[in-house]
């Protein structure tokens, strides 16, 4: 079963307002997306009267009144939104976010095991402030970049004042930094990368006092944090692309198809077949 990747172009005939980088649009009433998909593009999403279930990367989230949904590129998600639901979404390009995310607080990393953010009614308005004055800036006859981009900077930094309350473990990697640019280089490198040695010999650090620092902040070993990446990928491989077994053991670096299955059930105690059968009837 196939899942396409979906292209921002795709959005352009239904938004509501947008750029050749960024498009605006409103949530209003029930939707649904059955069909678990990707994306190339970043989603932000600010509900106001919100419920249903958001999932993302196999996470179910309940849908509530005022909060932020972040997707970010390449997550598989799909959605359930009831009828009372109404929120505002931007849709924004890779190279635009690539400038977005450097106002962004925390690494990419802490947004994308948090995903939801509650706010209080002050961030709820301020935001809301925000979307609808890039709304307008989007439907002028001449619209200007800078203000769309100062506008876009600001909706980051209130975000990211209210994860504060959500990513405790976002304090860990603040007071460590060796552990912070470990999960950035997992990110990089964990599909040609999976010893711990090679990690520990760019942070210049032993692989023992690696799974130390580990352990001790996060409760995983080293390596089962580089796992723990590898089986995101090809949870999303197997979902969302009709690339055969084979083809994503290769894609993930993986040396045979076998090992790669081994390592796959050993990991969910299903088969990657077994996994791609369930989720096509979930």
């Known amino acids: 079963m196939y899942f396409p990747v979906l292209g921002i172009h795709e959005f352009r005939s239904g938004q509501t307002a947008g750029r050749k980088e960024l498009l605006y649009n409103e949530l209003h009433g029930e939707r649904h997306i059955s069909r678990p998909h990707k994306h190339d593009f970043f989603i932000i999403i600010l509900f106001d009267q919100g419920k249903g279930v958001h ?14 949904h972040l997707l970010f590129p390449d997550q598989v998600h799909t959605w359930q939104m009831e009828p009372a639901t109404t929120g505002y979404q931007l849709m924004i390009d890779q190279p635009y976010f690539d400038r977005f995310s450097t106002f962004l607080r925390f690494s990419s990393s802490n947004y994308i095991n948090h995903p939801i953010i509650p706010l209080s009614d002050k961030s709820f308005e301020l935001l809301h402030y925000e979307f609808t004055a890039i709304k307008h800036e989007l439907e002028a006859t001449s619209s200007l970049s800078e203000v769309i981009s100062a506008r876009a900077a600001v909706i980051a930094a209130i975000v990211s004042k ?6 405790t473990d976002a304090k860990v990697f603040q007071s460590n930094p060796r552990l912070a640019k470990f999960t950035t280089l997992i990110d990089r490198e964990f599909k040609q990368q999976k010893q711990v040695s090679y990690y520990a010999d760019i942070l210049n ?19 089962q944090l580089i796992q723990q990446r590898i089986l995101l990928e090809a949870k999303r491989l197997l979902q969302a692309t009709d690339l055969s077994i084979k083809e994503i053991a290769f894609e993930l670096g993986f040396v ?12 969910t105690r299903l088969t990657p077949t077994g996994f791609r059968e369930q989720q096509q009837f979930t």
């Open 55 to 68: 999932t993302i990367d196999f996470q179910e989230y309940p849908i509530s009144n005022r909060e932020i």
């Open 162 to 167: 209210a994860a504060e309350l959500v990513f």
């Open 205 to 223: 650090i032993s692989p023992n006092y690696l799974n130390i620092l580990c352990k001790k902040s996060l409760n995983v070993s080293a390596t």
């Open 256 to 267: 045979d198809h076998a090992y790669f299955s081994n390592f796959f059930k050993n990991q």
